[in-house]
């Protein structure tokens, strides 16, 4: 029962960073545009896999499981790999309102 509320947590939780908006040089932010973690699963690749098949880190898979926006640009190639789309499919830049 308790691991079903852990489940439900880290689900929304993982929802809601996945959109949340980061501040680069207080200038503009980048949003993830899709969330990464439910797309990887949708094709097969698990964080067990992920890290497994060391095809990213464990590091690199808590960055993206909290929302951090600290993606290498091999970490990018390798999603974009999986999940066969374009870096802009992932990430949106955007210009901070005034």
Same mark, same amino acid.
């Given at each position: ?11 929304? +939780?993982? *929802?809601?960073?996945?959109? %949340?908006?980061?501040? &680069? ?9 899709? /969330? @990464? ?17 060391? +095809?990213? *880190?464990?590091?690199?898979? %808590?960055?993206?499981? &909290? ?9 990018? /190639? @390798? ?20």
């Amino acid at each position: 029962m308790i691991s079903s509320y852990v489940n439900i947590f880290y689900y929304t +939780l993982n *929802s809601c960073l996945s959109q %949340q908006l980061f501040s &680069v040089y207080g200038e503009a932010m980048l949003v993830y545009k899709i /969330n @990464v973690q439910q797309k990887l699963k949708e094709a097969g690749y698990s964080s067990y896999r992920l890290r497994q098949e060391r +095809l990213l *880190s464990e590091s690199t898979v %808590q960055k993206m499981r &909290v929302g951090d926006m600290g993606l290498s640009f091999s970490t990018l /190639n @390798v999603i974009c790999n999986i999940l066969q789309c374009q870096p802009g499919d992932i990430l949106e830049y955007e210009k901070e309102s005034e």
